[in-house]
């Protein structure tokens, strides 16, 4: 059933179809006449100020204009000639409020596909509407995550435009609103109904906007304070404390838990930020234009992960971002399809395994290092030195105690004197057997096969053989993890429950738009996330409203029915599928390069052994000759 008939400047009916959506200022509605645009009714009358502003906004109307933002294009009355009621508008259709993309968790519900690069795309193109608005004169004054919509080909569309600040020739009409959270410093506090805005004030809020984007959520001035009490996010805005910034430990700030480091936006991009944020920012004119965040997003090099195709990330970082985080933090940052389906099905492990078994060892050692005699003729040699060392000692005491009455004196003068000469060059020669012997013995270890050098092509090998019986264990591990998902299933349906309910539309008290960009920054976005271990992490929430929140997120999960019949969930089977394909790739990449590399080993102790050998050799040879002339003197 159609809604009332208003009346358009040209005296033309226009009838409301379906409400679109409602505000505190007034509701949205589809015009039956022309489904392309949508009527703004107030719910009070206009003033004669506004009347003037609509006006002066329907006359300035561009075809710039109308491509980044939902522009009046005509005033409405409720009777012929009446007084303006609401204005007409274009219809804004499969748009999403920017926030909804830059969530995690929203993002992965509203925009599953998207990647890094959606991202980047979107901030860019809202710094190109912002500087077509620019261009006409006219200024945000407002620019938060309520009023930018994204489509799913991360076009940009700015909404609430009756609010925006006009330039009408002369005449200039104010924005008398602001999110705090997206307010630059200087104007913290003051009364915005009275404020002149600039280009420098939008940019303030272009750079947070662009910052919740790239940073998949986190406001720039929210982090942990390392100062004493809180410090609420409105205060960190007035008082310049960007948490990422190179200055944010002199400020006492530190960026939260588990976050991306500004380097992850490219060094051109992070010193946008850093002059978007710096203390100097507040002078006007000191704030990068849009076009100059146009310039550095369009120019950032961008990758995509070996491991995940889908974490896109700047080219010139060494590791990816995404990985980290969701290792460490067992979040899932972007979802798609990584695997190859086809790399799969043609790749023949028997094949890859007999490829590397094809690669010859360097091992065993050659037979013409070993020793002429057995071991025991060695032993033999040194063992009888030791015995002749003893008998020659005995004689040679046992002489001089025969020529002495006083056999003590004698005694001590033998111990200072020696064993005799005979002894003594025994000793000579077993000492420099031994030591050759234990020379040989060394050089020996580092040729052994099973050396700590030489282990690295059986440790290379070993690895690899593990490897191929991980690629034939892939369907039991997918078997194993698929079955843990069932048994988990009715954990999986109460999370994605919770998950569905986002804490800034639960309508608690208390939860205003600085706390609300504060349990973002910390990864609180729904319920699933209020529990008592993330929430005692957020910096000044104060008890009352953890325990809110903890009451809100109870409540919810006894109304929490489970449904067996639902099964496994498909992404949660996606996840699975992806996980399994990302150690597949792994796998055959490691079993692939396996014989390059086993045959890069095998040179390489090849060639250490070819430099080793001579040394070997003159060593035996040193022993040989040694032991012989301990023999010799034995005999």
Excluded at 216 to 244: N, V
Aim: some cysteine; hydrophobic content about 45%.
């Amino acid at each position: 059933m159609n809604g009332p008939t208003l009346y358009d400047q040209e005296g033309r009916p226009v009838t409301l179809g379906s409400e679109l959506g409602k505000g505190g200022e007034g509701a949205v509605f589809t015009v039956v006449e022309a489904p392309k645009l949508a009527a703004k009714v107030y719910h009070q009358p206009i003033d004669p100020l506004k009347v003037e502003k609509l006006a002066a906004m329907v006359h300035q109307q561009s075809e710039g204009l109308l491509e980044v933002a939902a522009w009046p294009v005509g005033i409405l009355t409720r009777s012929l000639g009446g007084r303006p009621a609401g204005l007409l508008m274009p219809k804004v259709s499969g748009y999403k409020p920017v926030h909804l993309l830059y969530g995690p968790k929203s993002r992965l519900a509203e925009f599953p596909q998207v990647t890094w690069a959606f991202l980047v795309h979107a901030a860019c193109n809202l710094a190109r509407a912002l500087a077509v608005l620019h261009a006409a004169g006219n200024v945000v004054g407002d620019i938060n995550h309520g009023n930018v919509l994204v489509s799913s080909s991360a076009v940009i569309k700015l909404i609430d435009c009756d609010s925006f600040q006009i330039q009408a020739g002369e005449r200039r009409y104010l924005c008398e609103v602001g999110v705090p959270t997206h307010t630059p410093p200087e104007l913290q506090g003051h009364n915005l109904r009275t404020v002149t805005r600039t280009p420098n004030h939008d940019a303030f809020g272009l750079a947070v906007v662009i910052f919740q984007l790239l940073f998949l959520g986190r406001h720039p001035f929210s982090g942990t304070y390392l100062g004493r009490g809180d410090m609420p996010l409105e205060k960190a805005i007035r008082e310049l404390r960007f948490a990422y910034g190179r200055s944010a430990e002199a400020h006492k700030m530190r960026q939260p838990p588990h976050t991306p480091t500004l380097a992850v936006a490219s060094p051109a991009v992070a010193a946008l930020f850093e002059r978007a944020f710096a203390p100097g920012s507040t002078k006007d004119g000191a704030r990068p234009l849009p076009r100059e965040w146009v310039e550095a997003l369009e120019s950032l090099p961008l990758r995509a992960c070996e491991r995940r195709k889908v974490h896109v990330f700047a080219g010139d970082l060494e590791s990816c971002p995404w990985c980290l985080i969701e290792v460490t933090t067992g979040t899932l940052l972007f979802k798609g399809a990584d695997v190859e389906t086809a790399a799969q099905e043609a790749f023949d492990v028997a094949a890859a395994w007999s490829r590397i078994q094809a690669v010859p060892s360097p091992f065993p050692s050659p037979q013409s290092l070993s020793d002429p005699q057995p071991p025991a003729y060695y032993s033999a040699a040194l063992w009888g030195g030791v015995k002749k060392i003893f008998f020659l000692t005995l004689t040679f005491l046992a002489g001089l105690a025969m020529f002495s009455t006083e056999a003590l004196l004698w005694l001590a003068v033998a111990l200072t004197v020696g064993m005799g000469p005979a002894a003594l060059v025994c000793v000579g020669k077993l000492i420099a057997a031994a030591s050759a012997q234990r020379r040989l013995e060394k050089l020996r270890k580092s040729w052994h096969p099973h050396s700590p050098v030489d282990s690295s092509f059986d440790v290379l090998l070993q690895s690899l053989d593990h490897a191929v019986k991980a690629y034939l264990d892939l369907p039991a591990l997918q078997k194993r993890r698929t079955d843990e998902l069932t048994e988990a299933l009715r954990q999986r349906q109460l999370e994605q429950y919770l998950d569905s309910h986002r804490i800034d539309g639960s309508g608690l008290e208390g939860l205003t738009p600085g706390v609300l960009a504060t349990l973002q920054s910390h990864g609180v976005e729904t319920a699933a996330d209020a529990m008592a271990m993330n929430l005692l992490k957020v910096p000044g929430l104060g008890q009352v409203l953890v325990d809110r929140l903890r009451k809100w997120r109870q409540d919810l999960e006894e109304g929490f029915v489970f449904d067996a019949s639902r099964g496994i969930d498909a992404d949660d089977l996606m996840a699975v599928n992806e996980t399994i394909g990302r150690v597949r790739k792994a796998l055959e990449q490691e079993l692939l390069t396996g014989p390059d590399r086993l045959r890069k080993v095998a040179d390489n102790l090849l060639q250490r052994r070819q430099g080793l050998l001579p040394r070997l050799m003159a060593a035996q040879n040193a022993r040989d000759r040694a032991m012989e002339g301990l023999r010799q003197f034995l005999s």
